[in-house]
């Protein structure tokens, strides 16, 4: 036997497996023209109008990327991965692939792979184009990138926790709702409405909040709450210091979340 027939024959590796079904999982993904829109004109586009008609100062900057970040974890990934495992489960896609050599994990790994390519793309786009446009320079980038990876792992726990309660692609234009209500309330530019109220206080320990306040603290050294306060922004050391309860609740939600989607998430229709 030759060395080429046992290379043939022997077992793909992991990362070859999530290669192929990301690969197809992207193929997918483009012909949906729909999603495809909805995940490349707007995330950029929109923070980059937002901020051309502002003062473009640090404050401003940091409402844009947390603007921008928002919409990218709930549109780019959250909505696409829940749109695409629903109708890969209805279509008894997920059920079949479970069959063959690829784990749980890959399968859906792979699946997430679109989302997370364009957002992380996106990152890499507009942090210096803000920058050219005025916008003065990062305090620490390390929240920044922090919630941006950290975000996209928990906005995919969430879409496949969310599908098995969604019973068909169109459903989930309504089961998606609450992540998306909830992601909202938690931006850094609208809590300040709520006053020191009881809702004020839930809201800012729900996982978007702290994914906003990473954000504005690497952008601007100061969350947006802070800085209407008058808070002077903290140093390079002082936004890492101030940045782990935040990132603590999004480590403590998306722990909680992979949990929940290992006990509801469906791998085959309801039908």
Request: with cysteine; proline share 4%; glycine share 6%.
């Amino acid at each position: 036997m030759t060395t080429e027939t046992l290379d043939r024959s022997s077992p793909r590796t992991a990362f070859s497996r999530v290669r192929a079904l990301g690969t197809a999982e992207w193929l997918q993904f483009r012909r949906n023209k729909t999603i495809l829109f909805m995940a490349t004109i707007f995330p950029v586009g929109i923070p980059l109008v937002l901020f051309s008609i502002g003062s473009r100062g640090a404050v401003e900057a940091a409402n844009t990327i947390d603007i921008f970040v928002l919409y990218t974890l709930l549109f780019v990934q959250f909505y696409t991965v829940l749109s695409m495992v629903t109708t890969r489960r209805d279509e008894r896609v997920l059920k079949r692939l479970r069959t063959g050599e690829a784990r749980d994990w890959e399968i859906l790994g792979a699946i997430c792979i679109p989302g997370a390519l364009l957002s992380i793309v996106f990152t890499i786009v507009i942090v210096p184009l803000l920058m050219i446009m005025g916008a003065p320079a990062p305090v620490n980038l390390i929240p920044l990138a922090l919630a941006v990876v950290l975000g996209l792992i928990l906005a995919s726990a969430l879409a496949f926790a969310t599908s098995g309660f969604t019973r068909n692609a169109e459903a989930a234009q309504l089961t998606s709702m609450p992540v998306i209500t909830v992601a909202i309330l938690g931006l850094g530019a609208l809590r300040p409405m709520f006053g020191d109220s009881i809702l004020a206080s839930m809201v800012n320990y729900t996982p978007f909040a702290a994914i906003s306040d990473l954000v504005q603290l690497g952008w601007a050294g100061a969350t947006f709450s802070d800085s209407l306060a008058g808070a002077e922004a903290w140093s390079f050391a002082g936004v890492l210091e101030h940045s782990v309860q935040p990132l603590l609740i999004i480590l403590g939600w998306t722990v909680l979340t992979v949990a929940v989607t290992r006990q509801y998430m469906r791998w085959d229709t309801h039908r």
